[in-house]
Each structure stands twice: as C-alpha cells, then as structure tokens.
C-alpha cells in the first residue's frame, strides 16, 4: 500500500509540474499570437503591405509596443478621453511628428499685437455657451493629408471656407493642393505658415475648388492652367491675441479660426474619444481649425478642433480638447498661435 501511495503521490506532483509548464508555455506565446493575429488584421484594414520581412517585423514591433501603451493607458485612471489602435499604429512618434506635423513658426509675428491691427472681436460679448459650426453649414469634410507635412494648407483653407459661407451662404470645397504647389513662399509638404497662405490667397484673388485641382498629397508643379479662375477670396487676415483664450472665444464665436498647437504627441497620436487634457508642451508644431466649442455634462469646457488626419483619426476626424486651463497659453499652446482670414 506504501508503494501505490508514493507512486500515485509522484503522478500526481508530476502532472501538476506538466501542467504548469504547459500553461506558462502557452501563455506567453499566446498574448504574441494574439498581437501577432491582431496586427496582420490591422494590416488588412488599413492596406498596409511592407516592403519585405525584415521592414514586416520591424514594424510589428513599434505596433506591439504602441498597442502595449494603448491598452495600458485605457485600463488605467479614467481621465476623460480614451486612445485607440488607429493607422498610426506602426510609426514610432518621432516617425509620426515628421509625417504628420508641418506648420512653421513666423519669425516676424506680432505675437501681442494681432498683426499689429485692432482686433476685430474685442467687443464681442454675445458669445453663445456652446457653438458648432459644423451645424451652421461652415464646414466641409474631414480629409486626409496622408504623409505630406501640409497641415498649415488644410487649416487655412478651412479657415477661408468657413467665412465664405458665413459672407456668402455658399459653401464651397477649396484647392489644398493649389497652395502646396503654388505658394512659393512655403515649403509644401515639408512645411508652411497660415499667415502667408493667407496672404497668397489675398494676392491670386482666391482659390480654386478642390474638384478642379485635387489634392495629391505630394508636391507638384503649380498648374496655372487651372488656378486662373479663383471661386472665393478674402479680404485680409489678423492674428487672434496671442495667450488669450477669452480672445480666442470671442472669434471661434464668429468664424473658424486656424490654430498652431503642439499636436503630435503620443496623446495626439492616438487620440479616440473625450475631451483630451494630457500632457504636452508649447512647441507649436502642427496646424488644427478650430470650428466651435462646448461643455461636457460633467463641466469641462472644450474647444473643438478640425485636423487632416482622416475620419479614421479622433472622434470622427475631430478633437475635442479641454479649455480655460490654469496657463496662458492654453493647453498645448493652442491659444499662442492663431489667426483667421477677414472678408
């Protein structure tokens, strides 16, 4: 009886060993696989082929380690936003911000003065609590600038597009690409400033649609054949009051207003939903429109931002980003740099 007690006593130590050592050994393979499984759908979603194996695992690995931060930032405190494995998903955010950034700091702003002019706004007080120029038919749809750093053409074009139809009652799709081959003055899709957009369409007396010279999202040679006849122009631009988000209230109230702020963080990056609050600097480096503004049910007022990153980007194509901070300069500098187009 002693040796069936020992014998059945082994099998049993033994069988608990194997399992164990079975279990640890399909466990850590099977979150791998899980990644691994989830990253060739990604692919498939998104259209992305590589160029070869070695491009495959390379940029699998960013993708692991983004969807590790992602998971891990939604599982965690709930801070009023959320993150989401998006297109993004395998560029490092050096990658990213030198994709999807562009706007250039003007040396010569008059970052106190508005441009040195009066500022249009500054007796506005018939500023609604919440306002969305979405509804009022001054926005068009959300595009894509893809892999050219020409943030600053969508956020002016934008711009000009929405006072247009608030002069004009017409709301009219405008040429980006007209200004990134055009505007000799800005570098395309390695960078430009809003300010000067502006004035290049003050100078051609307008733009052109976007049905009749597209976007490409790379440079090209400016097609004059087409840019003859402009549909819609301005009169002249101004600067919003620099570190003022009342200033900056008192114009989104009016019109949509181009805004530089520092927008290719890991925030940024993978920004989904809610009204974003994380961390960032004031190293203005990307180029948003901001088309209207609100409060959520719980009390946190909002701005909200128009970007070029797609429909497949934030909330549609949208962000919403906490206003009123305690800092001048807004948070991630959004009230430091903007200015909108007068006609």
Not at 7 to 16: G, I, R
Not at 65 to 77: D, L, R
Not at 317 to 343: H, V, W
């Amino acid at each position: 009886m002693a040796k069936q007690y020992q014998f059945s006593f082994l099998t049993s130590a033994t069988l608990l060993v194997i399992i164990i050592s079975v279990s640890e050994t399909l466990c850590r393979p099977l979150g791998e696989e899980h990644l691994l499984k989830q990253h060739e759908e990604w692919m498939v979603i998104h259209g992305h082929v590589y160029k070869d194996a070695a491009e495959k695992a390379k940029r699998y690995e960013i993708f692991k380690e983004n969807v590790k931060h992602i998971n891990a930032f939604n599982n965690g405190k709930d801070v009023g936003y959320k993150l989401a494995v998006n297109k993004f998903a395998d560029l490092t955010n050096a990658e990213f911000h030198a994709s999807h950034a562009g706007y250039k700091r003007r040396p010569t702003r008059v970052l106190s003065s508005g441009n040195a002019k009066p500022f249009k706004y500054v007796n506005f007080t018939a500023i609604p609590p919440v306002l969305d120029w979405r509804t009022r038919k001054a926005v068009t749809s959300v595009k894509d600038q893809a892999d050219c750093g020409c943030c600053w053409a969508f956020s002016a074009v934008a711009a000009v597009e929405g006072i247009t139809m608030i002069k004009k009652e017409k709301l009219v799709p405008l040429s980006v690409q007209e200004l990134v081959d055009c505007d000799n003055n800005e570098n395309g899709c390695w960078g430009g400033h809003v300010d000067r957009a502006f004035e290049f369409i003050i100078s051609k007396g307008g733009l052109t649609t976007e049905a009749d010279y597209p976007y490409q999202a790379d440079d090209g040679t400016c097609n004059t054949a087409v840019t003859e006849n402009p549909v819609d122009s301005i009169t002249g631009n101004q600067d919003v009051p620099a570190n003022n988000e009342k200033a900056l209230l008192q114009a989104v109230a009016n019109q949509p207003v181009s805004m530089g702020i520092e927008g290719t963080g890991f925030g940024f990056q993978f920004y989904s939903s809610g009204v974003f609050s994380g961390s960032c600097g004031t190293n203005i480096d990307h180029s948003v429109t901001a088309v209207g503004y609100g409060k959520t049910s719980g009390g946190t007022k909002y701005w909200l931002l128009k970007n070029s990153w797609g429909t497949g980007w934030g909330e549609r194509g949208y962000m919403r980003i906490q206003r009123d901070m305690n800092s001048k300069a807004g948070l991630c500098g959004l009230a430091m740099e903007n200015s909108f187009p007068t006609a």
